[in-house]
């Protein structure tokens, strides 16, 4: 349903709304390559470095965690009752 507010005939309602909603489009896809163009425009090998950083940082954290809570059965009953004591 087409709703136009005393802009002339629904025809020209109809355009102008056809009109508006490319004009948004096309800002909106504009603003966003921006964007890109700017992330894009770092060199290449220190977004290489940053990416490794951050994958070696979640792998050594995965370690931690997994060594944390790699528990046994028996380890698991011994903290639910420690903690249960408590």
Do not use: H
């Amino acid at each position: 349903m087409i709703i136009g507010f005393g802009f002339g005939s629904p025809f020209t309602a109809f355009l102008m709304l056809i009109i508006t909603g490319f004009i948004s489009y096309f800002l909106v896809k504009f603003i966003r390559s921006l964007n890109r163009k700017s992330f894009y425009l770092e060199d290449k090998e220190v977004t290489k470095e940053k990416r490794r950083e951050y994958y070696y940082d979640q792998r050594r954290k995965a370690k931690e965690l997994m060594d944390k809570y790699d528990l046994t059965n028996e380890e698991i009953e011994r903290i639910i009752e420690e903690e249960l004591k408590e």
